[in-house]
């Protein structure tokens, strides 16, 4: 597996991560715990050092089942978590005070049967505690030696500048695809002007530029996607299988399959960009790893840019009372 550096305090991961947040939340039932842990070493065996999870995601239970598995090679691996919501649940609203940082900090490092986090992100910008007192926090905890690197997560660009001016920012996690491309107008000029990492989540669309959802497609209970992302209502999915057929046709000049042609398309927009695809099977992992093998570059990358942004997709990504919590 290739690999890459996320920020300026020389961050290696390899070149693809593993988003861990499905295996537990958000698409529906959790993975059985005993399958989840297998995937996660299966992800190690391949190649993978770059492993993201956070307190929300169950909550609580997707960082003990990251913690479980990555126990026995814990110092070859880099582990992400994140802080930022009351108690842990994001329905429940954020929550940036500094005693809440240190909190998810403890709790966290029992449930990852660690003693440091390797990056830890603020999960949503908290509007109630200035972002001076969040990224000081994080410092404090970094000399403390129970983290190692300081990340945000959908933040826009006043609030990076305001934390790296405290404590040097290493990675910005937010959605980025070839279907949603904002990060590209303001975020990643800026991340690039201040020598910090991105990693998208998301990469594969939440699954619909695999071409494996159409608008036929019943999601099970508990999966977000059927309810919640405005992109993926029945009447959008349908008007956006255009574009799923955009995606095929690249895979189909290239010798891949769709989800890995999203990946290269990521992995060839900047050296400090690092996706971290997530799944619940083995041959689906096997697959996504697979897309550092193919090349975009040149002319055919910039035709295809530029014929992705001739499509209109259709729905916003997210509804309104979670899109106001990105972006400040």
């Given at each position: 597996?290739?690999?890459?550096?996320?920020?300026?305090?020389?961050?290696?991961?390899?070149?693809?991560?593993?988003?861990?947040?499905?295996?537990?939340?958000?698409?529906?039932?959790?993975?059985?715990?005993?399958?989840?842990?297998?995937?996660?070493?299966?992800?190690?065996?391949?190649?993978?050092?770059?492993?993201?999870?956070?307190?929300?995601?169950?909550?609580?239970?997707?960082?003990?089942?990251?913690?479980?598995?990555?126990?026995?090679?814990?110092?070859?691996?880099?582990?992400?978590?994140?802080?930022?919501?009351?108690?842990?649940?994001?329905?429940?609203?954020?929550?940036?005070?500094?005693?809440?940082?240190?909190?998810?900090?403890?709790?966290?490092?029992?449930?990852?049967?660690?003693?440091?986090?390797?990056?830890?992100?603020?999960?949503?910008?908290?509007?109630?505690?200035?972002?001076?007192?969040?990224?000081?926090?994080?410092?404090?905890?970094?000399?403390?030696?129970?983290?190692?690197?300081?990340?945000?997560?959908?933040?826009?660009?006043?609030?990076?500048?305001?934390?790296?001016?405290?404590?040097?920012?290493?990675?910005?996690?937010?959605?980025?695809?070839?279907?949603?491309?904002?990060?590209?107008?303001?975020?990643?000029?800026?991340?690039?002007?201040?020598?910090?990492?991105?990693?998208?989540?998301?990469?594969?669309?939440?699954?619909?530029?695999?071409?494996?959802?159409?608008?036929?497609?019943?999601?099970?209970?508990?999966?977000?996607?059927?309810?919640?992302?405005?992109?993926?209502?029945?009447?959008?999915?349908k008007a956006n299988m255009k574009f799923v057929d955009f995606v095929k046709e690249i895979a189909m000049?290239?010798?891949?399959?769709?989800?890995?042609?999203?990946?290269?398309?990521?992995?060839?927009?900047?050296?400090?960009?690092?996706?971290?695809?997530?799944?619940?099977?083995?041959?689906?992992?096997?697959?996504?790893?697979?897309?550092?093998?193919?090349?975009?570059?040149?002319?055919?990358l910039k035709q295809i840019n530029e014929e992705a942004s001739r499509i209109d997709v259709q729905g916003?990504?997210?509804?309104?009372?979670?899109?106001?919590?990105?972006?400040?």
């Amino acid at each position: 597996m290739q690999k890459r550096i996320l920020g300026k305090n020389g961050l290696e991961v390899s070149a693809l991560g593993l988003g861990c947040m499905g295996l537990s939340y958000g698409y529906g039932p959790a993975t059985d715990r005993k399958e989840a842990v297998a995937l996660i070493r299966k992800a190690y065996e391949l190649g993978v050092t770059f492993f993201d999870t956070a307190e929300a995601y169950g909550p609580f239970i997707n960082e003990e089942v990251v913690g479980e598995a990555l126990e026995p090679f814990r110092n070859e691996v880099v582990i992400a978590t994140k802080f930022g919501f009351q108690e842990g649940n994001s329905a429940k609203g954020v929550d940036s005070r500094p005693e809440r940082i240190r909190q998810v900090a403890d709790e966290a490092l029992k449930r990852l049967r660690t003693d440091h986090i390797d990056l830890f992100y603020q999960h949503r910008v908290d509007p109630k505690v200035p972002m001076e007192d969040v990224a000081g926090t994080v410092k404090d905890l970094i000399k403390e030696g129970k983290v190692k690197h300081f990340g945000l997560s959908e933040a826009g660009a006043q609030s990076i500048r305001e934390a790296h001016a405290v404590q040097p920012v290493t990675a910005l996690q937010s959605e980025y695809s070839l279907w949603w491309r904002e990060p590209e107008k303001e975020i990643l000029p800026l991340l690039e002007e201040l020598g910090i990492g991105f990693v998208p989540f998301s990469p594969l669309g939440k699954g619909f530029l695999t071409g494996k959802i159409t608008e036929n497609t019943t999601f099970e209970k508990g999966d977000y996607r059927g309810n919640v992302f405005p992109r993926f209502s029945e009447e959008n999915r349908k008007a956006n299988m255009k574009f799923v057929d955009f995606v095929k046709e690249i895979a189909m000049q290239k010798n891949g399959t769709p989800a890995q042609i999203a990946l290269a398309w990521l992995l060839a927009q900047r050296p400090w960009i690092v996706p971290i695809p997530g799944t619940t099977k083995v041959n689906r992992l096997e697959e996504n790893l697979d897309a550092v093998k193919i090349s975009l570059s040149g002319d055919g990358l910039k035709q295809i840019n530029e014929e992705a942004s001739r499509i209109d997709v259709q729905g916003a990504r997210y509804p309104e009372s979670m899109q106001k919590r990105v972006g400040r």
